[in-house]
């Protein structure tokens, strides 16, 4: 299978006063396509830091990433945040721990959201069908504040999915979570990457969600830890 | 899903603080609307009465301006009189079209209403004044045609007063004479409404006032130099020549001082108005941080974040100032009777004119106002990064 991420030698350092801090120090990875990759480690580890470069959400201080072969970032070519906006709306769907719905909008309207910004080609025609899928399709009309925690989050699963990423990034989505609602976030997680092929990235302190993926990477003081 | 329908449905979650935003816009919107449509009533109906008055020049007694043009809009007696031989003198002169002299005179009148009150009898020249006026109507009845005959024309609301009718006698109060009433006027909307006109002589004879007026209707023609021809009648010995311009001036820089006082106030109302726009707005942006992040990464461009903020805005905005000026359009007539006690002079008729385009005006001028105090608030939402709103919520 073909990688859909590839970083090099990936460094972020951040500037604390006048001080440096290496969040990564020199991380190199591989990603398939359709690749179901949790990312594990301590508070502090870099764990997030890379998920947000690997998501083109951060540039990286040094060190390439490839997407589908593609160069993202490589030295001395930082992007702006309009060049990472038109990556990200094409390849990446995100859920974060809060699920940030609006709420006076109903599900529905809540998973069709990223339409009013961007329609992707191949985008999904039936919404219901994937509401279906992450067992939302009863609850279609309701608003966010009609339902659990789970849905909620389910519901922002649905709307990373709506414009079909790639990628889908989960930073955290269990965090705000009961030990059941999190079992459905993980359920609804694989459906979607064995189901719809969708190459999952995940952070995640529970090891039970991380163990759903196909492979665990552990992270320790910016670098990875070997297996 | 459009950016309007996500902009409203936003709004609708903080729902009492953008009612309080809409009510402030309103409330500048009902205030400017109502400002502009005095401004514009005001002096439509200042010209009104005196394009009703039927002569452009008012010849009386020297004495206070103010007390002559009170005269001339309202009625009164007039400080002092003149001699009546002046009209001939006065009609010799070539801008002169028509001469018609008046003698106005008012006595309490102890039978009227509850507590007595004044009556005011207007004596006319039945040749000259009709045409002066040619454009009242009569309800019933027309003008008196004999120069000496006790006959008179009752204005509407002074007909109403009295109860009478054509045909019925009319006491003159304390002069032990009687009238006969041989017209009534239709409602005109100034001073006329409520005087009594009598033939001049029968005014002068029963009031005493032989040879006697308190002023003179001048018509001149159009092309007429006005200012020439008013400083001629300053020759004349001890008069006051009063032309409507100066009348109307004379009023107006009175209502200026009014004005600018309101005008203030009115944009003080406009600018609290965009204070408060800005403030809800930007609440709203600082609320929704790690949210407008999360649009950021769903694919909204910065532009697509500010024009959502910005709509939120243009709803506020449009809301506020299309109950604004429904408010100024419904309580015109209520604006009207607060205005009407506050200032020193009204003319007759609508005071505050609020038409369908003066309130686009207004609800385009309120809108424009908000949408500028929106800039700011839409260009911060719009710098707002995925990864800032991630770190924050991480924190």
Known sequence: ?227 | MTIYRIAYKNLLRKKTRSLLTVLGIALSAWVLASLLGFNRGYEWALNRDIDNMGFQVLLTAKGCPYEAATLMLKGGTGLRYLKEDMVRGVAKNPEVTSVTAMLMQAVFDPDKGESGGMSAYLGVDPATFPQAKGFLEFKKGGWFKAPEAYEAVMGYEAAELEQREVGDPLLIAGKNAEAKVVGILKRTGTQDDGTIFLPLRTVQKVFERKGQITGLGIKVSKDANIDKFTERLYDLPDVQVVSMAQVKNTIMSLLSSAKVMVFSIAIIAILIAMVGVVNTILMSVFERFQELGILKSMGAMPKDVFMLVWTETLILCLSGSALGVCLALGLARVTELLVRRLLPYAPNGSLVQVDWALAASTVAAVTAAGLLSGLYPAWRAARVRPLDAIRSEAQ
């Open chain 1, 1 to 227: 299978m073909s990688n859909i991420l590839e970083a090099r030698d990936i460094r972020k350092v951040f500037r604390r006063g006048s001080e440096d801090i290496a969040a990564l120090d020199g991380v190199s990875l591989d990603i398939e396509k359709g690749e179901f990759v949790s990312f594990v480690g301590p508070s502090g580890s870099g764990k997030t830091t890379l998920v947000n470069i690997l998501g083109c959400l951060d540039n990286p201080t040094s060190g390439t990433l490839k997407l589908s072969g593609t160069s993202i970032f490589a030295p001395g070519k930082a992007l702006s945040e309009a060049e990472l906006t038109r990556i990200r709306r094409r390849t990446f769907g995100y859920v974060f721990q809060n699920f940030h719905l609006i709420p006076t909008l109903t599900v529905y309207e809540n998973v069709i959201l990223p339409f009013a910004f961007f329609r992707k080609e191949g985008s999904l025609g039936d919404v219901d069908a994937l509401l279906g899928d992450l067992g939302l399709d009863k609850r279609r009309d309701h608003l966010p504040g009609q339902l659990s925690g789970g849905e909620m989050q389910r519901v922002a699963v649905a709307r990373a999915l709506v414009n079909v990423p790639e990628i889908l990034l989960a930073d955290e989505p269990t965090g705000n979570l009961d030990s059941k609602r999190a079992d459905e976030i993980r359920d609804a997680l694989k459906k979607m990457n064995r189901g719809k092929g969708v190459t999952i990235i995940l952070v995640t302190h529970n090891p039970e969600l991380a163990r759903a993926g196909h492979r665990v990477v552990e992270l320790r003081d910016g670098a990875i830890r070997p297996a």
